[in-house]
């Protein structure tokens, strides 16, 4: 069977402390799959605040999510406190991919990675557009 394999940006210019509800555990009692997504969206609406942006409001704009891939390295638990780092890459001319690594901050262990693509999204005219200057500026593009 073919693996997806990420590979990750060499930084992560900003991380953010989450803690696994225990309404985040599947019936395997550990972080099921869909929770990590919910949890990995909290991360990056955290990383686009702290550039002054939400994801209804990118120079004007909004933002839309074209992908998602979550590959699961280890386990979390209710209670584990996770590292959520983050990063944004590969800017092009209809988007960028938001890069995530979540990390049990006491083991050390890495959880999970992720990469989110998205897209500036002109909702008055439902169309997606190129990211503002400002915005890929701002990230690192």
């Not at 060499?10 to 550990?30: A, Q």
Request: with cysteine; net charge negative.
């Amino acid at each position: 069977m073919t693996r997806i394999k990420l590979e990750l940006p060499e930084t992560f210019p900003f991380s953010t402390e989450l803690t696994v509800r225990i309404t985040d555990l599947n019936y395997g009692g550990h972080l099921g799959n869909a929770d990590t997504l919910v949890l990995i969206h909290e991360a990056r609406v955290r990383f686009l605040k702290s550039y002054g942006y939400s994801e209804i409001d990118i120079e004007g704009y909004g933002t839309i999510m074209l992908d998602a891939v979550i590959q699961f390295k280890a386990q979390a638990f209710a209670s584990d406190v996770l590292i959520a780092e983050v990063a944004a890459a590969d800017f092009s001319r209809l988007g960028c991919d938001i890069y995530y690594r979540l990390t049990n901050k006491e083991t050390g262990v890495v959880v999970a990675v992720a990469k989110t693509g998205i897209s500036v999204f002109d909702y008055e005219n439902q169309k997606r557009i190129s990211p503002p200057e400002a915005f890929v500026k701002k990230l690192g593009g």
